[in-house]
């Protein structure tokens, strides 16, 4: 028998830390939740996602879960919950993106939570271009800016929920596009704040600004395969370094009528609420990172972080003529140890000045 497709059912894409939590989220708030996920996982033997965090401890229902598409859909006569939350990696955007394209309406709301730049514009471009999808056949597809809460997953079936972040961003391709995925999410996630413009949240990502000088400062480690945290193991010059890459990430948003971005040391303050006058202090009161172990050899923080986020961020700066010496030097030295290809080029992406033009008019 199918189920009810209310506003009360929500399909969670992605079965990492992130899609995990949100499943928690979800379910706890006695909504009906699907989990899809390409990796065989117990939770479809089970159907219980086990919260160890200090924010919503407890077992949690999941009303389906598999690694199959069509097995979800199946449960609603062949369509999918008008309601989903992604929650994947820069290297999987396509990929979801043609896993998902049949089952798309223009009335699907998509949250994808996700720290490369521009990954909603490659949703969108997929189904356009491999579904033959109209501008007004599109869902809405909101990027975010940062991930709704700090989590670990312990396991397939398993995650702990840290803290919930004070707020995380977000728009969807147009103003009426964002005022529905408010609608849809707001009252899901009490840390949701609208910005004017998708141009604006993708500008306002820092995951890349963040752990790629934290890589690039300990290179060797990285090579070697070491497990280590990498947030414990920085010192203060190493904070400094991250503060001259977000500065080059900041000239290029004034370049583009956005001047009032947060900083670094700001994110963090808003993020987890932490004090000081110096981002390396507030790094280090964020007791979320104490057991944050980085896992080698190609761990996200470089073969993520570095061709989709940092790269997409060049291309801005090279639109809009903007001079970024320090994001040059950590993309210049970072694709040393990475075998990742830089496929979200301009070209790819199809960031040109008219392009930019027509973001600038939703501000």
Request: glycine share 8%; aromatic share 10%; net charge negative.
């Amino acid at each position: 028998m199918s189920q009810d497709m209310s506003q009360d059912n929500y399909l969670v894409v992605g079965g990492g830390d992130v899609g995990l939590a949100t499943a928690v989220h979800l379910s706890s708030q006695g909504h009906n939740v699907d989990l899809f996920s390409r990796r065989s996982s117990s939770i479809s033997q089970t159907k219980i996602v086990r919260s160890t965090g200090v924010c919503s401890p407890g077992n949690y229902p999941i009303a389906a879960c598999s690694n199959q598409i069509e097995e979800i859909a199946a449960t609603h006569d062949g369509k999918l919950p008008n309601n989903i939350v992604i929650g994947c990696r820069g290297q999987d955007v396509e990929s979801y993106a043609r896993i998902l394209g049949q089952y798309m309406t223009p009335q699907t709301n998509i949250l994808l939570i996700c720290s490369s730049r521009f990954s909603g514009r490659v949703f969108c471009k997929v189904w356009q271009k491999e579904f033959g999808m109209s501008e007004t056949q599109l869902p809405a597809v909101a990027d975010v800016n940062n991930t709704p809460f700090a989590c670990r997953g312990n396991g397939d079936d398993q995650v702990a929920i840290k803290r919930f972040k004070k707020q995380f961003k977000v728009a969807a391709q147009n103003s009426d596009m964002t005022e529905r995925i408010v609608a849809t999410y707001q009252g899901l996630f009490d840390n949701l704040r609208p910005l004017s413009s998708s141009l604006e949240v993708n500008l306002d990502k820092c995951n890349d600004v963040f752990h790629v000088p934290l890589i690039i400062a300990s290179l060797t480690r990285w090579e070697l395969g070491e497990n280590y945290n990498i947030y414990r193991g920085m010192g203060p010059r190493t904070a400094n370094l991250i503060g001259d890459f977000d500065r080059d990430r900041l000239a290029i948003a004034k370049a583009l009528g956005f001047p009032d971005l947060s900083d670094m040391y700001d994110y963090f303050k808003t993020a987890y609420g932490t004090t000081g006058p110096s981002f390396y202090e507030h790094i280090h009161q964020i007791k979320a990172l104490d057991n944050s172990t980085l896992r080698n050899p190609h761990h996200r923080y470089l073969s993520e972080e570095l061709p989709f986020g940092a790269f997409p961020l060049q291309v801005l700066a090279r639109l809009t003529g903007v001079d970024t010496p320090f994001l040059d030097s950590c993309i210049t030295l970072g694709s040393k140890f990475i075998d990742e290809p830089f496929t979200w080029t301009a070209e790819f992406l199809e960031l040109d000045t008219q392009w930019l033009e027509e973001q600038l008019r939703h501000k």
